[in-house]
């Protein structure tokens, strides 16, 4: 008992005396010349206190834990058959829970599929269409151009 009230005496002096070193760390008057160096000794500071610390705390004694008792041992291997099969229960009912849910999403994406294909051939259907109307357009413009080129033909001969 006496080694823990020592330790706990020796980490509050060491964090007094860390705390000290950082008030005067903040002094503007301590450091005139070295004021880039007091941000570095603050650290420096609390990692030398905080190693103190964790010294003092690894020399303190373990705590001791007492055996737990047989009847509680007894308890948990009666309840351990009860427990196993509500485990098996609810292995049985995520696998199940997880076939349905592939089956869902496979008729999703069936019905994604066939949206898709719908799509494609409506869209094949208007390209051809489009080309279809741009070929005939194309042949009624050089149809005109001929006809132009032989009516100017016919008013130059005359």
Known sequence: MKQSVTTQIIVNHIFRLALKVVR?????HFFKYYRESTTMNKLIATLVAGLFAS???????????SPAPAAVKAEVKASAPATVKAEVKAEKSVAKAEKSETKVDAKADASAAKVDAKADASKEKAHAKAEHKKAKAHANTTEKKAEAAADVKASTAK
Do not use: G, K, R, S
Not at 24 to 28: A, E, F, L, Y
Not at 55 to 65: I, K, L, N
């Open 55 to 65: 010294v003092a705390f690894a020399q303190a004694p373990a705590p001791v834990t």
């Open 24 to 28: 005067i760390t903040n002094d503007p």
